[in-house]
C-alpha cells in the first residue's frame, strides 16, 4: 500500500495510502492489531527501540472489557499466566468512618480486573503481532522502530507526517489518517492541538512492597488526608501508588527504606500487617489533562495522548483501549476513500465523548472529594462509602463504570 519513495538529498518522501500510528506504546499496539484483524493495513511509527519498555513494572489495572478486547486479540492468552487477578477491591478512608468492599463472586465475575506490568502487556503484543504478521496473506502490519516524529500538519486532502528514523534519515509521510498515540509527550506542540491541563500539585510515588499478609488477590485504595494510596496485588506483593501533594511525595521519597516502610504502615493502616521491604521509588506528577484539536479531518489523538487522568481509579489505560477499539471499528466500517474524512472523524469523536468525559470527572470528583481535609466533606465522605456498602444499585454501576465504561 505505500508507495515506494521518492528520495532527494536526505529526504525521503512517501505516499502512504493507509492509517498511520504516531507511538507503538499499548494503546497504539491494540489499534494496530484490531486494524490488522479487521483487514486494514497499518503503519506504526515507534520513537523507542523494540523491547526498550519490556523492563517497565509500572502496574496496570486492566479492566474487564479490556481483558476481553486482549483475548480477542490473541496477547491475553500470553499474558494469562502472568496477571493477578483482583477478587475484591477494598476502599476506606484514613482517620473515617465507612468502609466498602467489592467481590467479584457477588457479580458472578470472575475477577473485577487484573494487574499486569506495563512491559510485560508490550511484550505479549509484540509477540501477537509477530504471530499475526508472518501469516501467509496476512493483512501489512508495520512497524518502524527508532523512528521519531517530529512534526505533524494537517491540510484539506491528508496529513504530512515528519520523522527521522533509526539511520537519521528524514522522511515526510502523508496519509489519509494520522493517529497521535504518543502518550501525550511529545506533539502537544503541533499548530491545531489545544491542551487543556489541571494541575493537582500532586505526584505519585510508585513502587512494590512486601508486606507481611499475602494480598489473598484484595486490591486496597485508602483515601488519606494527604491522597489516595492504592495497593494493587501483583505476582507475590502489591504495587504501591501512593499520592499526595508534591512537598509531601518530596518527604516520604527522601526516607530511608525503614522510616518509608513506617510511614506506609502509619497512613495505610494494619490490613495488610506490617510493610517489609519495598522496590526502588519512581515518581510522576499527577495532572488531569485533554487535547483536542481544532483540525476536523485526517487526524486524531487516542490514549493518553488525548486524556490523562489521575491514576486514583486505574482508568486512564483501559479509556484509552476503549479509543483504539472503537477508531478500529470506525476504520473498518468507513469505505477506503473515506478513511480520515471529518465525516468518519465526528461521528468518531461523538462516539468517544460521554466515555473520556465521564472517565476525567469520575477520577476529578474521587480526588477531590477523598483528599478533602474539611469535617463536612469528611463525614460526607463516611457517609458515601457507609452507602455504597447498602446499596446495591450504585454497587453494581460502579462495578460496569470501571470494568466497561458504561
Ligand atoms: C504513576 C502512574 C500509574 C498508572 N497506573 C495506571 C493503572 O493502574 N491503570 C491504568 O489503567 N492506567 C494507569 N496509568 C496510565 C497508563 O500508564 C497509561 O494510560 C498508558 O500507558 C497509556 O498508553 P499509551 O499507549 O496511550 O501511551 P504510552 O504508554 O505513553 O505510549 C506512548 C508511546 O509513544 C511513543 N512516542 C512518544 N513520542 C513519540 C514520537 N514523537 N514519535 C514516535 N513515537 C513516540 C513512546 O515511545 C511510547 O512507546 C498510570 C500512569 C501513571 C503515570
Given at each position: 500500500m505505500t508507495q515506494p519513495p521518492t528520495t532527494s538529498a536526505s529526504l525521503t518522501c512517501t505516499a502512504c495510502t493507509h492509517p498511520v500510528i504516531i507511538g507503538g506504546g499499548p494503546v497504539g499496539m491494540v489499534l494496530a492489531l484490531s486494524l490488522q484483524a479487521r483487514g486494514v493495513p497499518v503503519t506504526v511509527l515507534e520513537a523507542?527501540?523494540?523491547?526498550?519498555?519490556?523492563?517497565?513494572?509500572?502496574?496496570l489495572a486492566l479492566a474487564a472489557g479490556t481483558q476481553q478486547v486482549l483475548e480477542q486479540l490473541g496477547v491475553w492468552q500470553r499474558i494469562q499466566s502472568a496477571v493477578t487477578p483482583i477478587e475484591t477491591i477494598h476502599i476506606s478512608q484514613q482517620k473515617g468512618l465507612g468502609r466498602t468492599r467489592l467481590r467479584a463472586q457477588d457479580y458472578g465475575m470472575p475477577a473485577l480486573g487484573y494487574v499486569v506490568s506495563y512491559g510485560q502487556l508490550l511484550q505479549a503484543i509484540d509477540a501477537a503481532v509477530k504471530e499475526v504478521t508472518a501469516l501467509?496473506?496476512?493483512t501489512p502490519l508495520h512497524i518502524h522502530y527508532q523512528t521519531a516524529v517530529q512534526d505533524l500538519t494537517v491540510n484539506a486532502a491528508n496529513a504530512t507526517i515528519a520523522f527521522t528514523d533509526a539511520t537519521g534519515l528524514h522522511t515526510q509521510m502523508t496519509t489519509p489518517l494520522a493517529i497521535v498515540?504518543?502518550?501525550?509527550?511529545?506533539?502537544?506542540?503541533?499548530?491545531?492541538f489545544v491542551r487543556e491541563t489541571k494541575l493537582y500539585g500532586h505526584d505519585a510515588l510508585v513502587t512494590h512492597v512486601q508486606t507481611?499478609?499475602?494480598?489473598?488477590?484484595i486490591a486496597y485504595e485508602r483515601f488519606t488526608l494527604h491522597g489516595p494510596i492504592a495497593l494493587l496485588p501483583n505476582g507475590d506483593r502489591f504495587s504501591l501508588v501512593w499520592t499526595g501533594e508534591a512537598t509531601y511525595i518530596d518527604r516520604i521519597a527522601a526516607l530511608d527504606e525503614a522510616d518509608f516502610l513506617a510511614a506506609l504502615h502509619q497512613a495505610f493502616g494494619d490490613r495488610v500487617g506490617q510493610f517489609t521491604a519495598c522496590g526502588p521509588r519512581l515518581r510522576f506528577p499527577l495532572k488531569l489533562s485533554k487535547l483536542s484539536q481544532t483540525?476536523?479531518?485526517?487526524a486524531v489523538i487516542i490514549g493518553n495522548a488525548a486524556q490523562t487522568m489521575h491514576p486514583v481509579a486505574g482508568q486512564g489505560f483501559n479509556v484509552g483501549i476503549r479509543d483504539a477499539v472503537a477508531l478500529a471499528q470506525s476504520l473498518e466500517r468507513t469505505p477506503v476513500a473515506a478513511w480520515g474524512s471529518a465525516t468518519m472523524l465526528t461521528t468518531y469523536r461523538q462516539s468517544r465523548a460521554k466515555d473520556t468525559e465521564r472517565g476525567l470527572l469520575f477520577t476529578d470528583f474521587l480526588v477531590n472529594v477523598f483528599s478533602n481535609d474539611l469535617v463536612a466533606v469528611g463525614a460526607l465522605r463516611g457517609l458515601g462509602l457507609g452507602l455504597l456498602e447498602i446499596l446495591p444499585n450504585t454497587r453494581q454501576w460502579l462495578i460496569r463504570k470501571m470494568s466497561y465504561g458504561r
Open positions: 523507542q527501540p523494540q523491547g526498550a519498555m519490556y523492563p517497565d513494572h509500572r502496574a501467509a496473506h496476512a498515540a504518543d502518550g501525550g509527550r511529545s506533539l502537544e506542540r503541533v499548530s491545531g507481611q499478609s499475602a494480598h489473598a488477590n483540525f476536523p479531518a485526517h
